[in-house]
């Protein structure tokens, strides 16, 4: 059955090489704006004191780590971006 897909796999596999990078730029943009959000806000105001309504304890610690995962995460998820969209010989 290999054999009779084997001429669209280039194409299947440009396909799911374009699909990546757009989930990547998409979600990583994504996360580094919301985490910026934040960061302007402040983490103690974090969705309107969500964290400290679910009864968290430390809610402050939590929304700096809730704001900097999103920051860091985001921004690692646009390296990738730029890592998967970069041509490599080979």
Known sequence: MGALFSEYSELV???????LIGVLGLV?????????????QGPTNLGGGMIEG???????????AVMLVELIGG??????LVWEATPRKG
């Open 75 to 80: 921004i690692v998820l646009l390296i990738g």
């Open 28 to 40: 990583g943009l994504d996360s580094v704006v919301q985490g910026l959000a934040k960061l302007a």
């Open 54 to 64: 679910l009864g968290l304890p430390f809610p402050t610690f939590f929304g700096v």
């Open 13 to 19: 596999r440009e396909g799911v090489r374009y699909a």
